[in-house]
């Protein structure tokens, strides 16, 4: 409920598996040196998380928006959701926190973790063809971002909303990519 009354368009709960955890931090931070008192992660640590689940956070997108791409206007859409992401995931990690527990936000910058299968995990959406998570919801009309915690919780369990079986038939994806990184 909190995640939802910070912004969480889509909230739901499922276990880590180690799996979807990054090794390694992969994006060098904002800035050249670390300012003084600096005591998150730098580029190449190691990745430890020993939280046994993941709260998966989604937002949606202005489609409309989105249909005007490329356009600065759906660049700023972007940056709108995944600075609302960060934001919700920072508030709702602290509160965590702040409850007693260890709690680390996921989002642009600073993911340690796939957000993706997280999600599928935790019952948000499937997996399409193209690599997007597919929710009942908002479709892939939406971007991610997740808290991980030591917090008992309750799971949710997986959904299956026939997106495998719908994508091994349509292959629309996969005959539009430019590159051809999808296969038919």
Not at 47 to 60: D, E, N, R
Not at 118 to 126: H, K, L, N, T
Request: charged residues 20%; contains cysteine; hydrophobic residues 40%.
């Amino acid at each position: 409920r909190l995640a939802r009354r910070f912004g969480a368009d889509l909230v739901r709960v499922g276990p880590l598996r180690p799996e979807w955890v990054y090794s390694h931090r992969g994006v060098r931070p904002f800035f050249d040196q670390a300012p003084v008192g600096y005591t998150g992660e730098q580029w190449g640590d190691e990745i430890s998380l020993p939280h046994p689940y993941a709260i998966s956070l989604g937002f949606a997108q202005r489609a409309d928006v989105l249909r005007t791409s490329p356009s600065p206007a759906s660049d700023l859409e972007v940056g709108r959701v995944y600075s609302k992401s960060a934001l919700v995931a920072v508030q709702l990690a602290r509160f965590i926190r702040e409850l007693g527990y260890s709690a680390r936000a996921h989002h642009v910058y600073n993911y340690g973790v796939l957000v993706v299968p997280v999600a599928v995990d935790a019952g948000m959406g499937e997996l399409g063809r193209c690599g997007f998570l597919i929710t009942k919801e908002l479709g892939a009309n939406l971007r991610l971002s997740c808290v991980t915690t030591d917090l008992p919780l309750r799971v949710d369990p997986p959904v299956d909303l026939g997106i495998q079986d719908f994508c091994r038939i349509c292959k629309k994806c996969a005959r539009a990519c430019p590159s051809r990184a999808i296969s038919p």
